[in-house]
């Protein structure tokens, strides 16, 4: 059975730091680029950064390049995003996903910046 649990997300103060962590099971991870998305009230799902397998290309949005950071640990089936610099603009769901051959989606975290 496939699943991508995120944890780490929670309320945090502006210019704050979390890492969101995303752990998945029942595919070969190694195989598959993972990517983070977020989902804010009333705003489409827009992605936010993405690691291919190995490592080999990252990419972030310009709107958090310089703050996030994405890392994969294939070893943990982990994909990590620290995120620092924390504005109120990042509150959102935080969604990990998986593509190659399939796509998956974990079920999200929520992160809320105060500002």
């Known amino acids: 059975q496939v699943q991508l649990v995120e944890s780490g997300g929670g309320l945090v103060q502006s210019g704050g730091s979390l890492r969101l962590s995303c752990a998945a099971s029942?595919?070969?991870?190694?195989?598959?680029?993972m990517s983070w998305y977020r989902q804010a009230p009333g705003k489409e799902r827009e992605l936010v950064a993405v690691?291919?397998?190995?490592?080999?290309?990252?990419n972030y949005a310009d709107s958090v390049k310089g703050r996030f950071t994405i890392s994969r640990d294939d070893a943990k089936n982990t994909v990590y995003l620290q995120m620092n610099s924390l504005k109120a603009e990042d509150t959102a769901v935080y969604y990990c996903?998986?593509?190659?051959?399939?796509?998956?989606w974990g079920q999200g975290t929520q992160v809320t910046v105060s500002s």
């Open positions: 029942g595919f070969t991870f190694s195989s598959y680029a």
């Open positions: 690691i291919t397998s190995a490592g080999g290309y990252i």
């Open positions: 996903k998986a593509a190659n051959y399939y796509t998956y």
